[in-house]
């Protein structure tokens, strides 16, 4: 029965989502829309507890240096959809949480302009204080917005509070990379546009994200 709960999700995304311009990442439950500087990422994440899945609809920044595809952005979409048994009544299931699912990709797309972008990241919150600093800080480096000084330098403040490793690393990337070409928005443009471009390269390496494209402009 796993196997069938299985395969009528990835039955139900893949025409869909392809037809979408989305890529299912390898064989898993996740499909990517690449939107250049980000990806939408669409999970169809599994339970522990019960056959079924949950949906997820999130951006994930390409700006920082990872090799998970974080939740930078967005999440969880719905509730837990349940697969009884019911073959029929679970593909009508998912089929409407796929359509859900195109909505949400299609609503950040608008992320593609930077000034919708940059409105949405500024006014954001994340669990990370620190992190939600950093994308501040780099979506205003990418608009050539000399408002990534601020903050730069709330980054910096935040020092003496450090408590976490990838605390540590953003704080050495703002002292060791940010810092000579902070003061400069078109440097601090190229220094973004750099980060994104080393992440597309090292993704599309990875097994089932071969499909991300090789020519973007930014």
């Known amino acids: 029965m796993h196997s069938d709960c299985n395969h009528i999700i990835l039955n139900a995304a893949e025409s869909a989502l392809s037809d979408e311009g989305l890529f299912q990442k390898g064989s898993s439950r996740i499909w990517i829309d690449d939107n250049g500087w980000y990806l939408t990422i669409v999970e169809f994440q599994p339970s522990g507890f019960a056959k079924g899945c949950y949906l997820n609809v999130a951006i994930h920044y390409l700006w920082q240096e990872t090799d998970n595809l974080s939740f930078d952005h967005g999440g969880r979409v719905t509730g837990f959809i349940e697969f009884s048994g019911d073959e029929e009544q679970f ?16 609503k950040y797309r608008k992320f593609t302009d930077y000034k919708y972008a940059k409105k949405q990241v500024l006014k954001a919150k994340a669990a990370s204080e620190t992190r939600e600093l950093y994308h501040k800080l780099m979506m205003c480096g990418l608009c050539k917005d000399a408002s990534a000084r601020k903050f730069f330098r709330q980054l910096q403040a935040k020092h003496s509070n450090i408590k976490f490793p990838f605390e540590q690393e953003i704080y050495d990337e703002i002292e060791k990379q940010i810092a000579p070409v902070i003061d400069d928005t ?33």
């Open 91 to 106: 593909m009508s299931d998912m089929t409407d949480t796929v359509r859900i699912a195109i909505r949400q990709v299609r």
């Open 186 to 218: 078109q440097a601090m443009y190229l220094y973004v546009v750099s980060k994104i471009m080393g992440q597309r390269d090292s993704w599309r390496r990875k097994p089932g994200m071969e499909r991300l494209c090789e020519q973007i402009v930014l």
